[in-house]
């Protein structure tokens, strides 16, 4: 249709307009049919825009048309001009009425598109929890707290002077067999216990009394199957002041393992060594699980042996500054590892440490 609108000004030149000016206005009325109706047909702002300029801008139609008019006898040019004018007002006002209809339609669907519906079930994230073990630490350390105790903590790298020989084991004691111990070198180790603490808290504090503490941490021994770790935890717990006698440790760890076990759970002590206290005891916890009648976790006895004590030995006491004459003390370590397996039955102490989700989940 354009192209015929053109030809037919090409041979203008030749001819006069006035001969053919109807044929004239009905090509131009047809063109702005077929504008109109492409404008109708335009599905996007974008391809609208390519209709625009096809009419509209300086290479456009309409533009194109008015170069002819010099051609045109001065009695046809308002008629033709006219005609032009017309067509272009027609065509700008459909193309601005379907560009508005166009971008609302647009803005409508991007609308719909982006709804979020608030009552639709959200996305879950896991929510993680506590390590038995944390578990355990802090329940040990809240009871202890409760009846005045303070907790502090000690070095992981210690040094062996404050792991074995402010402890009452010199180098040469026996009693080292019992630890496995990693050495950094002669003089430093990984902590086998906690109980370095005690000597350390005790050069700090003397001559202050009374001593109070509990030291949870990690400690190190060369030990690996399933009741042994070659890191685990304790918590080491001592007290020191005039008139402590053996009946304190016995009320306090009674008191502790209660809280931790159950009311009904009584403890039994038996006379045991430990190089740095004397007398030393083991402590047993009455068997939970076959109310003392014999069972595989008791090991048929009704007992369950659970932590290491006894009253510091004087010479403990000496090498930290207090006069054994005048003040008495008594000291404890925990494993937190234990009493984690005896409270949740958990039979490998390896399961503690793998990071299995499907075994940490049930805590
Ligand atoms: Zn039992």
């Known amino acids: 249709m354009l192209q015929k609108i053109k030809s037919f000004f090409e041979v203008l030149e030749a001819d006069s307009l006035e001969s053919k000016s109807d044929v004239l206005i009905n090509i131009l009325l ?46 046809d040019k308002p008629v033709l001009g006219k005609i032009i004018h017309d067509f272009k007002i027609t065509l700008e006002n459909k193309f601005n009425e379907r560009l508005t209809a166009l971008k609302n339609a647009e803005r409508q669907a991007k609308l719909e598109a982006e709804k979020i519906d608030v009552t639709l079930p959200g996305c879950n994230s896991q929510i993680g929890h506590k390590h038995p ?43 080292r067999e019992m630890q496995d111990t990693f050495y950094l070198n002669e003089d430093v180790v990984l902590r086998t216990h906690t109980s370095p603490v005690q000597a350390r ?71 045991s060594y430990f190089p740095f206290t004397e007398p030393s005891a083991e402590v047993d916890v009455s068997c939970g699980n076959c109310n003392q009648e014999g069972c595989r976790v008791c090991g048929y006895t009704g007992w369950i042996e659970i932590l290491g004590s006894g009253m510091v030995h004087p010479s403990v006491l000496e090498m930290a500054g207090y006069d054994p ?15 984690a397996m005896l409270k949740y039955g958990i039979d490998d102490m390896r399961l503690l440490f793998d990071n299995d989700l499907r075994f940490l989940e049930q805590f």
């Open 133 to 175: 073990l944390t578990l355990v630490e802090e329940q040990v350390k809240e009871i202890f707290t409760n009846i005045g105790f303070t907790v502090v903590e000690g070095f992981e790298i210690e040094e062996d002077y404050y792991n074995f020989e402010r402890l009452n084991i010199p180098k040469d004691h026996p009693a």
């Open 201 to 271: 808290i005790m050069d700090m504090m003397c001559p202050q009394l009374p001593v109070k503490i509990i030291a949870p941490g990690k400690v190190f021994r060369r030990d690996d199957d399933s009741t042994h770790s070659p890191m685990f935890h304790q918590i080491e717990g001592l007290m020191v002041d005039k008139n402590i006698t053996f009946a304190d440790l016995k009320g306090i760890l009674l008191h502790l393992l209660k809280s931790i076990f159950g009311e009904e759970r009584k403890i039994r002590l038996r006379p």
């Open 325 to 339: 004459n005048e003040v008495t003390g008594f000291a404890f370590g925990i494993g937190i590892e234990r009493i």
């Open 30 to 75: 047809l063109a702005e049919n077929e504008g109109l109706s492409e404008i109708d047909n335009g599905k996007t702002v974008d391809e609208l825009k390519i209709i625009q300029t096809k009419y509209c801008s300086k290479k456009g139609l309409l533009p194109d048309l008015m170069k002819y008019m010099g051609k045109v006898s001065n009695k």
